[in-house]
């Protein structure tokens, strides 16, 4: 019973369908389900919410404390912060980091807690270094992954493309496939790293051209540096701070 909450977070399974297949009542998968409810509390990773209503289904939502989020992320922060991950021209290396499920799963579950209640009913991000980290966002939250690319291709179908500057000043075309977003829809937008927010910022037009509404925007570094962004509502799990001396420093966000 446990595997199958857990395998499909926010899904909500039939008590019905489980009553079934292990041949007991509905009263005995009740209480198992209090009992996996009460695990789940325990390891600090979140709630089964059973819907007592007709459907009759329980779901286990992602919801670390934030005990849990900060230990994990702490491990995260120290492997960063690791000086030989800063590149000529101040740069900071992290792609094995967000393309490694041991990390990144963790990463997409604190994200995913930080915006449980948003009713997000699709994310959002753009290739390439993005995609891993929001795929998991989209599992804990049992929503699919839209995917904006720089490049139109052909197996992606017609495609809705808009242009947005960029912090250097040049102007970049981003595209969405109209088969990945639908009007109305309700978007939680993600991206891997934020110094401007241009990218961002772009995505946003990607959504308003859709008509769909942006409930929220989480990012895994947030430069501090500028900080007038283009975006001014988003929530970072990393701030990636610079010292006079030229050493990274990164602070966990709260």
């Known amino acids: 019973m446990a595997a199958r909450l857990l395998l499909f977070p ?28 009460s695990a789940l509390s325990q390891e600090e990773l979140g709630r089964v919410i059973v819907d007592r209503g007709r459907s009759g289904g329980a779901s286990f939502v992602p919801a670390l ?9 702490e491990a995260v922060a120290e492997l960063i912060s690791q000086e030989e991950r800063v590149l000529p021209g101040g740069l900071l290396y992290y792609s094995d980091i967000l393309f490694d499920p041991n990390y990144a799963l963790p990463l997409g579950l604190a994200l995913a807690s930080d915006f449980a209640s948003a009713g997000a009913d699709v994310v959002m991000t753009s290739e390439v270094k993005g995609i891993p980290l929001a795929l998991y966002v989209a599992q804990a939250l049992g929503t699919p992954l839209a995917v904006c690319r720089f490049r139109n291709r052909a197996s992606d179908g017609a495609a809705v493309g808009v242009h947005f500057p960029t912090l250097s000043g040049d102007v970049r075309t981003m595209y969405m496939g109209t088969r990945q977003l639908r009007k109305g829809a309700k978007v939680l937008v993600i991206d891997d790293f934020m110094r401007g927010g241009s990218t961002v910022a772009g995505m946003l037009l990607v959504a308003r051209e859709f008509e769909a509404d942006v409930v929220g925007t989480g990012v895994f570094i947030a430069a501090a540096e500028p900080a007038k962004k ?5 929530r970072a799990l990393f701030q990636l701070q610079r010292e006079p001396d030229g050493r990274v420093r990164i602070v966990i966000i709260d």
Do not use: E, H, P
């Open 65 to 73: 404390t934030a005990g849990l989020r900060r230990k994990w992320l």
């Open 230 to 234: 283009a975006v001014d509502d988003y």
């Open 10 to 37: 926010a899904k909500q399974v039939s008590l019905t369908q489980m009553a079934n297949a292990f041949q007991v009542s509905k009263t005995v998968i009740s209480d198992d389900v209090s009992i996996i409810d």
